[in-house]
């Protein structure tokens, strides 16, 4: 029932930006938590930013400052800005619902992306 479809990923060098973008179908942004994690080869998921369907967000601390998220209502998309990117951000990104108000820890998101990729170079 829901789709998700992650886009904006792409080369960029250090220093620079990119704005990640979920749509959404299947479901209405508003009303549930969603997130953006990564993901690097051999390693566990990382959750990066969540938006609480509260209207809270939160970021782990290594990209605090620097990457924003968003929902867009009139578009059902949930956005992710990256500015001063850094090589350790390279990853594939991947958006997520979790079907419920609050945001749960990762492993009980219900609904993921195909991932966009993003790579950071020096």
């Known amino acids: 029932q829901v789709e998700l479809v992650e886009s904006g990923g792409g080369p960029v060098q250090a220093g620079g930006s990119l704005r990640l973008s979920c749509a959404a179908s299947?479901?209405?942004?508003?009303?549930?938590?969603m997130g953006w994690f990564r993901q690097v080869p051999g390693k566990e998921r990382e959750g990066v930013a969540t938006?609480?369907?509260?209207?809270?967000?939160a970021y782990v601390d290594s990209v605090k400052g620097r990457f924003t998220i968003s929902k867009d209502e009139a578009k059902n998309t949930l956005d992710l800005q990256m500015d001063d990117l850094k090589p350790e951000d390279t990853a594939m990104y991947y958006c997520?619902?979790?079907?419920?108000?609050?945001?749960?820890?990762?492993?009980?998101?219900?609904?993921w992306g195909q991932g966009t990729q993003v790579t950071v170079s020096s």
């Open positions: 938006f609480a369907g509260a209207g809270d967000t």
């Open positions: 299947g479901l209405t942004i508003r009303y549930y938590c």
């Open positions: 997520a619902a979790a079907g419920d108000f609050w945001c749960p820890q990762v492993d009980k998101y219900k609904d």
